[in-house]
């Protein structure tokens, strides 16, 4: 009796692995950015997200929560989040629009500020895989990493001259290219 359970529990299993092998090596799985998530896609990267910051060390930050500290770290964030995670009082980048999942806007709603900042410096300098969001440790400076850090933690409490310093070098919203196929970028005259 108990060989025949064992027996169905890996047959089971395999049968699992089979289909999982299937639905990709045939195609099905929907690899395209605009194709809807796969079936528990977001349940099970969250899960895997949630499970490996839970065993990282919980450093406290290693620079205070300071103008000075939010304005180096504005520099950083300037130089290599914007494009993904946005500046303050702007609509996403045409990339950020075309990505999956979809970066969060960092100066919108809560963005990370409800994170602790341990959470925000370990996706930092360690990335997130099959997100987009690259790791910078050997790219930034620890100090760098925390600077933006406390910078994101605290984008609702930033002063008006770190503001300015993450939309100086703003461009100009992105030209609407007319797409037939979408009515609604076709520009009509009054």
Not at 102 to 131: C, N
Request: a neutral charge.
């Amino acid at each position: 009796m108990a060989r025949g359970v064992l027996l169905g529990i890996l047959l089971g299993i395999v049968l699992v692995m089979v289909g999982v092998y299937f639905y990709f090596s045939t195609g099905m799985a929907p690899v395209a950015v605009t194709a809807p998530p796969m079936p528990f896609e977001r349940k099970f990267a969250h899960m895997g997200l949630a499970a490996y910051m839970a065993k990282q060390p919980h450093p406290e930050p290693s620079v205070p929560a300071d103008e000075t500290n939010f304005l180096a770290g504005a520099q950083v964030y300037e130089q290599n989040c914007t494009v993904c995670h946005g500046r303050p009082g702007e609509q996403k980048t045409n990339i950020a629009a075309g990505m999956a999942p979809p970066p969060p806007q960092l100066f919108k709603g809560t963005g990370v500020t409800d994170d602790e900042p341990w959470e925000s410096y370990w996706k930092v300098e360690g990335g997130i895989r099959m997100t987009g969001m690259p790791g910078f440790k050997d790219k930034l400076t620890e100090t760098q990493i925390w600077q933006v850090t406390q910078l994101v933690k605290n984008a609702d409490k930033i002063s008006g001259a770190v503001k300015a310093e993450l939309t100086k070098n703003a461009l100009p919203p992105p030209l609407t290219t007319p797409n037939p196929a979408n009515p609604a970028t076709i520009p009509t005259r009054p």
